[in-house]
Protein backbone atom coordinates (compact mmCIF):
# COMPACT_ATOMS: atom_id res chain seq x y z
CA UNK A 1 0.00 0.00 0.00
CA UNK A 2 1.13 3.27 -1.19
CA UNK A 3 1.48 6.30 0.83
CA UNK A 4 -1.77 8.20 -0.88
CA UNK A 5 -3.80 5.21 -0.21
CA UNK A 6 -2.24 4.77 3.61
CA UNK A 7 -3.60 8.77 4.11
CA UNK A 8 -7.16 7.84 2.35
CA UNK A 9 -7.06 5.43 4.26
CA UNK A 10 -6.67 7.15 7.90
CA UNK A 11 -8.97 10.27 6.67
CA UNK A 12 -11.83 8.49 4.84
CA UNK A 13 -13.89 7.12 8.16
CA UNK A 14 -13.60 11.08 9.50
CA UNK A 15 -14.79 12.25 6.00
CA UNK A 16 -17.78 9.87 6.13
CA UNK A 17 -18.97 10.59 9.62
CA UNK A 18 -18.86 14.68 8.73
CA UNK A 19 -21.00 13.56 5.39
CA UNK A 20 -18.04 13.84 2.62
CA UNK A 21 -16.77 11.25 -0.03
CA UNK A 22 -12.99 11.65 -0.26
CA UNK A 23 -12.46 12.34 -4.22
CA UNK A 24 -8.29 12.02 -4.87
CA UNK A 25 -5.17 12.60 -1.96
CA UNK A 26 -2.23 13.91 -3.74
CA UNK A 27 0.73 15.49 -2.54
CA UNK A 28 1.96 18.01 -4.42
CA UNK A 29 5.55 19.23 -4.30
CA UNK A 30 6.99 23.08 -4.15
CA UNK A 31 9.06 24.86 -1.88
CA UNK A 32 6.45 23.50 1.13
CA UNK A 33 4.12 20.44 -0.26
CA UNK A 34 1.03 20.50 0.01
CA UNK A 35 -1.60 17.51 0.69
CA UNK A 36 -4.42 18.08 -1.15
CA UNK A 37 -7.70 16.27 -0.05
CA UNK A 38 -10.41 16.75 -2.34
CA UNK A 39 -13.70 15.82 -0.98
CA UNK A 40 -17.62 16.46 -2.01
CA UNK A 41 -20.48 16.11 0.10
CA UNK A 42 -22.27 12.90 0.28
CA UNK A 43 -25.23 14.06 -1.18
CA UNK A 44 -24.34 15.30 -4.34
CA UNK A 45 -27.08 18.11 -4.78
CA UNK A 46 -25.64 19.68 -2.04
CA UNK A 47 -23.31 22.60 -3.04
CA UNK A 48 -19.67 22.50 -1.29
CA UNK A 49 -18.87 25.78 0.32
CA UNK A 50 -15.68 27.38 1.64
CA UNK A 51 -17.23 26.80 5.14
CA UNK A 52 -16.90 23.28 4.50
CA UNK A 53 -13.22 23.15 3.20
CA UNK A 54 -12.52 25.11 6.67
CA UNK A 55 -14.38 22.61 8.66
CA UNK A 56 -13.31 19.54 7.14
CA UNK A 57 -9.14 21.22 7.04
CA UNK A 58 -9.44 21.85 10.84
CA UNK A 59 -10.92 18.45 11.82
CA UNK A 60 -8.08 16.53 9.73
CA UNK A 61 -5.35 18.84 10.71
CA UNK A 62 -5.67 16.94 13.75
CA UNK A 63 -6.45 13.58 12.63
CA UNK A 64 -3.15 13.60 10.58
CA UNK A 65 -0.91 15.50 13.02
CA UNK A 66 -1.74 12.71 15.47
CA UNK A 67 -0.81 9.82 12.87
CA UNK A 68 1.68 11.99 11.06
CA UNK A 69 1.54 9.92 7.81
CA UNK A 70 3.93 12.37 6.08
CA UNK A 71 7.74 12.87 7.09
CA UNK A 72 8.65 16.40 7.50
CA UNK A 73 6.02 20.05 7.02
CA UNK A 74 3.64 20.48 4.09
CA UNK A 75 0.60 22.41 4.15
CA UNK A 76 -3.16 21.20 3.64
CA UNK A 77 -5.09 21.87 1.33
CA UNK A 78 -8.76 20.91 1.42
CA UNK A 79 -10.93 21.50 -1.79
CA UNK A 80 -14.04 20.48 -4.01
CA UNK A 81 -13.74 18.47 -7.27
CA UNK A 82 -15.00 21.43 -8.91
CA UNK A 83 -17.01 21.07 -12.97
CA UNK A 84 -13.72 19.48 -14.83
CA UNK A 85 -13.98 16.91 -12.03
CA UNK A 86 -11.37 14.24 -11.64
CA UNK A 87 -13.06 10.34 -11.86
CA UNK A 88 -11.23 8.28 -9.52
CA UNK A 89 -13.17 5.57 -8.37
CA UNK A 90 -15.86 3.31 -10.77
CA UNK A 91 -19.11 4.62 -8.59
CA UNK A 92 -17.86 8.19 -10.46
CA UNK A 93 -17.78 6.99 -13.82
CA UNK A 94 -21.14 5.37 -12.94
CA UNK A 95 -22.69 8.70 -11.73
CA UNK A 96 -21.39 10.91 -14.59
CA UNK A 97 -22.49 8.33 -17.38
CA UNK A 98 -23.29 10.67 -20.14
CA UNK A 99 -20.88 13.08 -19.85
CA UNK A 100 -18.18 13.98 -21.65
CA UNK A 101 -14.69 12.72 -20.28
CA UNK A 102 -10.79 12.72 -20.88
CA UNK A 103 -9.36 9.47 -20.11
CA UNK A 104 -5.40 8.49 -20.26
CA UNK A 105 -4.01 5.41 -19.72
CA UNK A 106 -0.81 3.98 -18.40
CA UNK A 107 -0.23 1.50 -21.20
CA UNK A 108 -1.44 2.02 -24.83
CA UNK A 109 -4.81 0.56 -25.50
CA UNK A 110 -5.57 0.18 -29.54
CA UNK A 111 -2.50 1.93 -30.19
CA UNK A 112 -3.46 4.97 -28.03
CA UNK A 113 -3.04 6.24 -24.49
CA UNK A 114 -5.87 9.64 -24.60
CA UNK A 115 -9.09 8.85 -25.28
CA UNK A 116 -12.06 11.51 -25.38
CA UNK A 117 -15.27 10.83 -25.62
CA UNK A 118 -19.04 10.43 -23.52
CA UNK A 119 -19.21 8.11 -20.51
CA UNK A 120 -21.24 5.19 -20.88
CA UNK A 121 -20.74 4.02 -17.18
CA UNK A 122 -18.61 0.93 -15.94
CA UNK A 123 -18.83 -2.84 -17.39
CA UNK A 124 -17.01 -5.14 -14.80
CA UNK A 125 -13.62 -4.36 -14.54
CA UNK A 126 -13.66 -2.00 -17.32
CA UNK A 127 -15.08 1.92 -17.85
CA UNK A 128 -16.67 2.19 -21.34
CA UNK A 129 -16.19 5.34 -23.28
CA UNK A 130 -18.18 6.34 -26.59
CA UNK A 131 -15.57 7.37 -29.33
CA UNK A 132 -17.01 8.71 -32.75
CA UNK A 133 -19.96 5.98 -32.58
CA UNK A 134 -17.71 3.06 -30.96
CA UNK A 135 -17.45 1.81 -27.46
CA UNK A 136 -14.36 1.25 -26.10
CA UNK A 137 -13.61 -0.75 -23.50
CA UNK A 138 -11.02 0.46 -20.76
CA UNK A 139 -9.95 -1.56 -17.78
CA UNK A 140 -9.84 0.32 -14.37
CA UNK A 141 -6.61 -0.54 -13.89
CA UNK A 142 -5.14 0.81 -16.23
CA UNK A 143 -6.67 3.92 -16.11
CA UNK A 144 -4.00 6.54 -15.35
CA UNK A 145 -6.15 9.85 -14.96
CA UNK A 146 -9.44 10.50 -15.47
CA UNK A 147 -11.56 13.59 -15.78
CA UNK A 148 -15.12 15.24 -16.72
CA UNK A 149 -14.52 18.07 -19.38
CA UNK A 150 -16.54 21.12 -19.55
CA UNK A 151 -19.19 20.94 -21.88
CA UNK A 152 -22.84 22.34 -22.54
CA UNK A 153 -24.45 18.98 -21.35
CA UNK A 154 -22.14 19.13 -17.47
CA UNK A 155 -22.84 23.17 -17.72
CA UNK A 156 -26.36 22.15 -18.47
CA UNK A 157 -27.01 24.54 -21.58
CA UNK A 158 -28.48 23.62 -24.76
CA UNK A 159 -27.53 21.25 -26.98
CA UNK A 160 -28.16 17.82 -24.06
CA UNK A 161 -26.70 14.55 -25.43
CA UNK A 162 -29.55 12.04 -24.32
CA UNK A 163 -27.69 9.40 -21.13
CA UNK A 164 -27.66 6.05 -22.84
CA UNK A 165 -26.38 3.36 -21.28
CA UNK A 166 -23.78 0.66 -22.48
CA UNK A 167 -25.69 -2.28 -23.84
CA UNK A 168 -21.99 -4.36 -22.77
CA UNK A 169 -23.25 -4.54 -19.00
Known sequence: MGPFERIAELIEPTLEAMGYELVRVRLLSGRRPTLQVMVEPKDHARAMTV???????????????????????????????????????????????????????????????????????????AVVLELDGEEVAIPLAEIKDAKLLVSERLLGGAGRRPRRRSAKR
Open 51 to 125: EDCAEISHVLSAVLDVADPIAGSYDLEVSSPGIDRPLTRPAHFERFAGELAKIETVHPIDGRRRFRGWLRGVAGE
